[in-house]
């Protein structure tokens, strides 16, 4: 069974930045493509990156394009996501999952996230 540990999240002020890492167990990592998601409070979660597989080739949501980075270490069957110039709009649970470019999602079961909060 595929467990994801999300990590790294906090309480940040307003221009701030953040690293979290989600550890990713009993799958072959390395050939999955991930994704980081967010749910802010009320809202639907809602994918805000990608990366293939290889790490070779990264997608964003318009409202992170510029701001966040995703990347992954397959040694370590782990993916990343860098913060920066953090909003208050971007306060929500962040989350890992597998991605699927094309056709019809099919998650694994989600972890319990971790918690990103901006504040002034």
């Known amino acids: 069974q595929v467990q994801l540990v999300e990590s790294g999240g906090g309480l940040v002020q307003i221009g701030g930045s953040l690293k979290l890492s989600c550890a990713v167990s009993g799958s072959l990592f390395s050939i999955e493509s991930m994704g980081w998601f967010r749910q802010a409070p009320g809202k639907e979660r809602e994918l805000i990156a990608a990366i293939t597989n290889r790490g070779d080739i990264t997608n964003y949501a318009d409202s992170v394009s510029g701001r966040f980075t995703i990347s992954r270490d397959n040694a370590k069957n782990t993916v990343y996501l860098q913060m920066n110039s953090l909003k208050p709009e971007d306060t929500a649970v962040y989350y890992c999952?597998?991605?699927?470019?094309?056709?019809?999602?099919?998650?694994?079961?989600w972890g319990q996230g971790t918690q990103v909060t901006v504040s002034s």
């Open positions: 999952n597998k991605h699927s470019w094309s056709g019809p999602p099919s998650p694994w079961t």
